[in-house]
């Protein structure tokens, strides 16, 4: 079964994941850390359809990220539970096979979700500590030069061209208070802008209110390559299903926007 295709930068390659499963195996429902199948990453020559095996393991390689600058370079990564994983993000260089990890996973802060900033050179991410329940958004050269990370907890996931302003999905992994206590909630699109030496106020850019009722349903929030506008996805209008629909907002004036109030969360009345 092939999954996951990918294009390198200048077009000539496709890469895909190749899994040896079991009839009836389902990797969007059963997670692929507990029953790992062979999983293969294969480069497909796109003129004469030539496919090269690269690396192949007993953990499932996922989140195939191709540069979007670099036709060489992309990366992968070993997907599983945070207590049975390894390393997360790998560095592949698809013309001479080369592998290596890429912000080498060390104490509690834990790698979830990453994605290829617009120089494609440069990796941003989320990670977390769950002991601490602290969230942070940080990026790295993919040969682990430049790193930063910065603790942003407003989202569950994260995407920026190059850290000046990064768009989260208002869905935070970790929200404190007392049991029994109300949460608040934040069903938006919301925008970050970096301000010399932090985040600024979380801006509100609009209402998903999307259930996250399985991957489909994550809004996945991404700002467009001309950083004009938002694409994000929701399941609003069906709200029990994991099928969403496309929707686009132009980000406009920051300035214009409303800021969030992280302690009341967002009304719903009016949307």
Request: aromatic letters at 8%; proline letters at 7%; one cysteine or more.
């Amino acid at each position: 079964m092939g999954t996951k295709l990918n294009v390198s930068a200048d077009g000539r390659y496709v890469v895909a994941v190749l899994l040896d499963v079991p009839k009836g195996y389902d990797p969007l429902n059963l997670h692929p850390c507990y029953t790992p199948p062979l999983t293969r990453l294969a480069r497909i020559d796109v003129a004469d359809g030539d496919e090269e095996v690269l690396p192949e393991d007993r953990r499932f390689i996922g989140h195939l990220n191709t540069s979007p600058a670099r036709a060489e370079l992309m990366t992968c990564t070993h997907e599983g539970h945070i207590s049975v994983d390894d390393q997360r993000i790998h560095g592949l260089n698809m013309l001479t096979g080369e592998i290596w990890v890429i912000r080498p996973e060390r104490g509690e802060y834990r790698l979830v979700a990453e994605h290829w900033f617009a120089d494609g050179e440069t990796l941003g991410f989320r990670c977390h500590n769950r002991a601490d329940a602290d969230t942070r958004f940080g990026s790295i050269r993919f040969d682990n030069t430049g790193h930063v990370e910065t603790v942003l907890p407003y989202s569950r996931h994260f995407h920026s061209l190059d850290s000046s302003l990064v768009v989260g999905d208002g869905a935070p992994v970790f929200q404190s208070g007392n049991p029994g206590t109300r949460l608040v909630t934040w069903p938006c699109i919301l925008l970050h802008p970096w301000e010399g030496e932090g985040w600024g106020q979380p801006q509100i850019l609009a209402y998903h209110g999307s259930s996250f009722n399985g991957q489909r349903a994550h809004p996945h929030a991404h700002i467009t390559p001309d950083g004009r506008n938002v694409l994000f996805t929701t399941n609003r209008r069906s709200y029990k299903s994991e099928y969403s629909n496309i929707h686009m907002v132009p980000i406009g004036d920051l300035r214009e926007l409303p800021a969030l109030d992280v302690e009341k969360g967002v009304s719903l009345r009016g949307i």
